[in-house]
């Protein structure tokens, strides 16, 4: 457990919260960890009904953290183990009890594909998206180059996942994976108020309904496997390095012919 990622349940729904503000809420291994936790537990608890993902500070999530990246914390280990980011997308790609979405502020990376599996997001008027994997000499992961293009069209996602254009909420919101663009000061009660709604239902009428609406899951576990492939190799290229370096000493990146 980490205090960078908030536990608190309360009228069944379970809220994780972001809590690195200093950091920008970037991502760890161990935060990754506690998110896939809280999911688990939400999966097996019948007193939980809906999660709720929110955060603290002016960045709903900076996405994973970039020196863990260059560490490696985001591929296998030697003996096979799968870092935790890889459950907590299972997890969230798989999750049978409802998934709301609180976005104060700029969310990036995975902090957008995560949005992909919820079933209500809410976004401030001040939040912005952004998926800058190919920036980073990456490719998009969280099946987001299935989910993206099938909700917002080819080109929509193109801006996203190829270019990587930021977008602001009303955009994301006409993408598909906003719900509803609120003012600043009332997102944390307006998605709370959606998370209890949910959480008042019927509960096995609430699980079915969702299970129906996703139907199989089979094709976006394996484009999440796909990614996950070329994103490890990815990880290891001379650009990534590149690119994970001129990040941290805070330049542009350049670079080579040879990827
Ligand atoms: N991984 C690791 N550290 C990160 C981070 C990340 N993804 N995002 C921000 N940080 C750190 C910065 O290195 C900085 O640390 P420092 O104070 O020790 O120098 C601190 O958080 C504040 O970030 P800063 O860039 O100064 O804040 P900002 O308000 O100017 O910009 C962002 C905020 C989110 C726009 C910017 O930090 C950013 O672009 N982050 C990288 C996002 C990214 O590419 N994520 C990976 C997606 S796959």
Known sequence: MTDHILTSSEGGVLRLTFNRPDKKNAITAAMYADLADGLEKAEKDPSIRVVLFDSVGDIFTAGN???????GASTPSPSGEQPSVMRFLYNIATAEKSLVAAVQGGAVGVGVTMLLHCDLVYASE?????TPFVDLALVPEAASSLLMPQGAGHQRAAEMLLAGKKIDA????EF???NDVVAHDALAGIALDAAENLASKSPVSLQLSKKLMKG??????TRMEEEGVLFAERLQSADFQEAGMAFLQKRKPVFSNGG
């Open 216 to 221: 199989d899951r089979k094709a976006i576990l």
């Open 176 to 178: 598909g994976f906003v």
């Open 65 to 71: 953290d970039i020196a863990d990246f260059m560490a």
């Open 126 to 130: 001040k939040a912005t998206f952004k």
């Open 170 to 173: 009303a955009r994301a919101r």
